[in-house]
């Protein structure tokens, strides 16, 4: 492990020097050979064959791993160093075009095949251990880039550096190579049924964001550098002195990145939470192109530069890294790269044609409509990142629910991201910190040691008691504990919201409480249906607790619950089922828009048929809550008569058929009357669509004589329902009576 980690800190060192020096050598050497009008189209090119690269070498990746095709690319990019090299003897300005290609198709791809490689070499919890050392190496080799620049420029021409350069890549070549022994290799996926990154990006309008944030950043990112560039190229002239203003330029960015990261990037990061944190990055380059816009000069565009380099590399890397913690790890991979890569090139290919527009206008300072541009899109990004905040939130909180998302509470440090794992994962997520079994028994501390990670999560909650993480413990307590009265108190405070909804929903199987958890999240809304959906469609959850799901969804106006209680009707449990329809109906009384298509109706009514009579007859309701009301067919009179398998049935019909011929007809079948029952029996006959009448039709025992060939209409039909509906209450009334136990004769 202490050579593999040795092998690590030399790669990145070799690595960010090769970036700080390559990028000031790239710069320089090109607007000495070349004039500035000609950056776009260079930055153009090397753009679209970064992304053509970069979907060769996710393939390679795939197929080989990054333990071969790591270390590989970095000695190939080595010796195409070297050739370029000797082509510069020949020719510079050829060298000059194959060094900017180099560097933008090859440098960020190999920055971000060695952390894909470092991530699958150690465990997470090494890595985060570790990451600080391998950041501050790199660090140091910047550093050491940016001086090694600085001396060359001073001595030798701007050509010597490439060899040097060379010697970065062969030597993070060599080190990384190390790596591989020990590492376990990863297979790849057996198969690719997952869905691709564009996929992925086309039906999700959270990471949709995320990709457009990368895209508009790096437009902004592109319109200050070629404006930088420019003014330099004017101010400096070419040669040696343009290398050496580069060189020291990026080696005191690099310098005050580390200070950033090291004051700021944490704090804002807790502070702001990761969309806010990120949005610092537009927010800071819209002031500043908006200064350099109204004074252009080199200083002002090199302070828009900093601004944006500075930022980018600390405070919006760590907020654009966290929000990308909800994507499934199944599609990370494609995604992340489309990000990194796809986008950020997309966004220079677009940034250079903008600037080339620009340039071909007779604009009198194309800098200043290029530097305004970029504040105005900039605007735009503050936005877009500030509007991902609720996505964010509720991206990870449906992926922790579903298990797609799996994050160790230790490992998290921004509080949005802390909060929706408590609040989400509830007793699981707190069982890391305090012994809360999932039986509910009262939550009681771990015994942790000092500097224990543990017990510093520990000390952060209990060590404040009126913060506002201590209150949340002693009411998740409360809701934990096995005393009815301390739950019910806590319950019944106005103080819960749909964090608390993963609390509450195990207490729906208790049935000291389950009336009072109802009413706790009834008031909680609609806010509350991802996690009770999730709760009633998942098989392992407690059949008393799904069953009682549907009481709660039923009161929430939402098409979320609409659909959850839809597929509830799919369900393996009779009584889930029956409650689930129950609850449609009562949105559907609620809101007529709030409900399932006819279609959907009738495929729910087949599934119910398919049971068979035998199973019908069985069924039994094992709670009596308070939806008896909600039903569309049954009454006071029916209750001990109906059949449940046959109301249900009725129930669904009634969300594809009008409901108060329905119901008389439902009444009607449970006369003794003949006449009564041949008048609901014909309604049903000429309503109900034929692929549900034939297979129904024998649950309703028609002993009926059959009927001539000429049908009578069907508004005829229902018109003799609805007269007779009288007539079918006084008949189940004597009927109800009958039914009943005479009262013994007290003479």
């Known amino acids: ?30 607007l000495t050979h070349f004039p500035f009008r000609y950056l776009p189209a260079m930055m153009a ?59 933008g198709c090859l440098g960020a791809l190999l920055v971000s095949g060695f952390w894909s490689f470092v991530n699958e070499r150690f465990d997470p919890r090494t890595a985060k251990r570790q990451l600080g050392r391998i950041t501050a190496a790199g660090t140091v080799g910047g550093l050491v ?48 049924d997952g869905p691709s990154g564009v996929r992925a990006t086309a039906r999700s309008p959270y990471i949709r964001g995320l990709i457009t944030l990368v895209l508009l950043v790096t437009i902004v990112e592109g319109l200050i550098d070629l404006t930088l560039k420019s003014r330099a190229a004017v101010d400096m002239g070419g040669g040696g002195g343009l290398l050496r203003f580069f060189a020291l330029y990026y080696t005191g960015l690099s310098l005050l990145t580390v200070v950033v990261q090291a004051t700021l990037s944490r704090f804002t990061l807790e502070k702001l939470g990761p969309a806010r944190a990120a949005a610092i990055l537009p927010a800071g380059t819209a002031v500043a192109a908006a200064g350099a816009a109204f004074s252009p000069s080199l ?6 530069r900093g601004v944006e380099y500075v930022m980018s590399n600390s405070v919006y890397r760590g907020g654009y890294e966290v929000l990308f913690t909800p994507v499934p790890a ?37 800098g200043v409509a290029i530097m305004a541009l970029s504040s105005a899109i900039s605007v735009y990004a503050i936005v877009l990142a500030c509007r991902l905040h609720a996505g964010y939130v509720q991206t990870l909180a449906r992926g922790l629910v579903s298990r797609a998302v799996q994050l160790d509470i230790r490992d998290v440090e921004d509080p949005t991201t802390r909060s929706t794992v408590l609040q989400t994962l509830g007793p699981l997520a707190l069982s890391q910190i305090f012994r809360i079994p999932r039986d509910g028994v009262a939550a009681t501390p771990r015994p942790t040691r000092p500097g224990d990670p543990v017990s510093d999560d520990l000390s952060s909650i209990v060590g404040a008691p009126e913060s506002e993480e201590a209150e949340e413990l002693r009411r998740i307590r409360d809701l934990h504990s096995r005393d009815p009265d301390r739950v019910r108190r806590r319950l019944k405070m106005d103080t819960l919201s749909a964090a608390h909804a993963l609390h509450l929903i195990p207490l729906l199987g208790w049935d000291d409480v389950a009336r ?53 009707l799919a369900d393996r449990r009779f009584e889930v089922r029956y409650r689930c329809g129950r609850a449609l109906a009562h949105l559907a009384d609620l809101d007529p828009s709030r409900t399932v298509s006819r279609e959907e109706a009738f495929q729910a009514v087949l599934r119910e048929i398919e049971s068979g009579a035998g199973v019908w007859e069985s069924r039994k309701i094992l709670d009596r809550m308070d939806d008896e009301g909600w039903s569309p067919v ?37 006369t003794d009357d003949p006449l009564l029952r041949g008048t ?62 005479e009262e013994p004769d007290s003479r």
């Open 680 to 741: 609901a029996l014909e309604y049903l006959e000429s309503s109900l669509p034929p692929e549900i009448r034939r297979p129904l039709w024998p649950f309703l025992e028609d002993n009926r004589p059959k009927r001539p060939p000429e049908a009578r209409p069907r508004e005829q039909v229902l018109q003799d329902l609805l007269e007779s509906n009288h007539s079918i209450v006084i008949r189940l009334e004597e009927l109800r009576r009958k039914d009943e136990p």
């Open 1 to 30: 492990m202490r050579a593999a980690l040795l092998a690590a800190l030399v790669t990145a060192a070799a690595m960010i020097a090769y970036q700080v020096g390559a990028r000031a050598t790239r710069d320089a050497l090109f």
């Open 330 to 366: 199944r599609e990370k991979r494609s995604i992340k790269a489309l990000a990194d890569v796809g986008a950020s090139r997309a966004g220079d290919i677009v940034a250079a044609g903008v600037a080339q527009a620009v340039l071909l206008l007779p604009l009198a300072r194309p």
């Open 516 to 568: 009072d958890a109802i009413e706790a999240l009834r008031r909680i809304g609609p806010e509350a249906t991802a996690p009770l959906v999730v709760a009633l469609l998942d098989p392992n959850t407690d059949f008393a607790i799904r069953r009682r799901i549907p009481l709660v969804l039923a009161t929430y106006r939402d098409p979320a619950s609409v659909r959850g209680l839809y597929q509830g």
């Open 145 to 192: 880039g940016g001086v090694t620049a600085t001396q060359v420029a001073q001595w030798l021409p701007i050509t010597a550096m490439m060899p040097i350069l060379a010697a970065f890549h062969l030597l993070s070549s060599a080190a990384v190579s190390r790596l591989r022994l020990g590492a376990s290799s990863i297979p790849p996926p057996a198969s690719s």
């Open 299 to 304: 200083i002002t565009a090199a302070i828009a």
């Open 45 to 103: 090119g090397s753009s679209v064959l970064a992304i053509a690269l970069a979907y060769a070498s996710t393939r390679a990746l795939t197929r080989w791993g990054p333990e071969r095709v790591v270390p590989a690319a970095f000695a190939a990019s080595g010796l195409l160093l070297l050739a370029e090299w000797l082509i510069s003897f020949v020719s510079a300005p050829v060298a000059a075009v194959l060094l900017y290609l180099h560097y």
């Open 634 to 670: 049954m009454d006071e009179m029916l209750r001990d008569r109906a059949n449940r398998s046959l109301e249900h049935v009725f129930t669904l019909l009634s969300l594809a058929l009008p409901r108060q011929p329905l119901r008389i007809a439902f009444r009607g079948l449970h």
